[in-house]
């Protein structure tokens, strides 16, 4: 995928603009219907601002149903995005200096806080991985099991959108 061009994209018909966007947002629908319902942005910060905004006064149904959106921490590599694959380091873990394996241990303990976190808030846990390993994320995993539903539910929505910001810059868009 290539940074799409904002004037085309506030032109396109809603279909073609909710496939730009969906690359950013892991296809969300109802999400991406809204958003594209929003056009035109003047820029694209007043994009990500507006979709923060949209994420945050949307009905609950439609927020667990954006943050459910995104995959598991440490799903398996062939379930994800191609841009989930690379954030999750999956794409470096593959590179021939990497062992061939992930931790056992990680894996391991990243199914069980999954579990216990989905269990708890009754959505996914969605965190912007910015570069950290698996293993780094754990502790912040585990804390996150002692939040208040609704501060976690506002939490991962802005990862949500953060998680979109970091994927546009790093198809060579504006920040």
């Not at 799409?4 to 396109?12: I, S």
């Not at 991406?32 to 910060?45: G, H, I, S």
């Not at 593959?94 to 216990?116: I, K, M, S």
């Not at 939490?155 to 979109?164: H, S």
């Amino acid at each position: 995928m290539t940074d799409p061009d904002l004037d085309a994209l506030n032109t396109a018909p809603s279909t073609a603009a909710v496939a730009v966007l969906a690359p950013l947002f892991e296809g969300a629908p109802r999400f991406l219907a809204r958003l594209v319902a929003e056009r035109p942005f003047e820029t694209w910060p007043a994009l990500f601002e507006r979709a923060r905004a949209i994420a945050h006064a949307m009905p609950e149904v439609e927020q667990v149903e954006l943050v459910d959106a995104h995959p598991r921490l440490g799903a398996p590599p062939g379930t994800v995005s191609p841009m989930s694959y690379v954030e999750q380091g999956y794409a470096a873990a593959a590179a021939p200096a990497a062992p061939a394996t992930p931790d056992l241990d990680v894996a391991t303990e990243l199914e069980r806080l999954n579990a216990a976190y989905e269990s708890r808030f009754r959505f996914r846990y969605c965190v912007f991985v910015a570069g950290r390993s698996r293993a780094a994320l754990l502790p912040e995993m585990a804390a996150a099991l002692s939040a208040d539903r609704d501060a976690e539910l506002h939490r991962a929505l802005d990862a949500v959108v953060d998680i979109a910001i970091a994927r546009h810059a790093a198809l060579g868009g504006e920040h």
